[in-house]
């Protein structure tokens, strides 16, 4: 059976905003294929990212930059995590 894929957008303090492919190992946090993005491009806030980047649209596009390596994160330091729909975030996030 295939490993499902656990797609997040991570808030942390300081404004950081990052996706990518999550886990969590004792008081860490961790992002793979991660991106930080920059700039949301949604009419209807940081939700909608959800359903995947916005490519069309008032505000589009999403603004994504590709970060080198793992993502390392202190579990206090997280505001919040929305679960992504991980097959409309698989080419981004590989």
Same mark, same amino acid.
């Given at each position: 059976m ?5 797609? !997040?957008i991570?808030?942390? #303090?300081r404004?950081?905003?990052?996706? %990518? !492919? ?15 993005i !920059? ?5 209807? %806030?940081? %939700? #909608? ?8 649209g008032?505000?589009?596009? $999403? ?6 390596? !793992?993502?390392?994160?202190l579990?206090? $330091? $997280? ?14 996030c590989?």
């Open positions: 295939k490993k499902k894929v656990d797609v !997040r991570v808030v942390l #303090q404004g950081w905003v990052l996706i %990518g !492919r999550y886990s969590e190992k004792g008081d860490r946090g961790f992002l793979d294929g991660a991106h930080v !920059r700039k949301w491009g949604t009419e209807y %806030g940081l %939700g #909608q990212l959800v359903s995947g980047p916005v490519k069309e008032k505000y589009a596009p $999403t603004v994504l930059d590709k970060c080198k390596g !793992r993502v390392e994160f579990l206090v $330091t $997280t505001i919040l995590t929305l679960k992504a729909e991980a097959d409309k975030w698989a080419e981004v590989k």
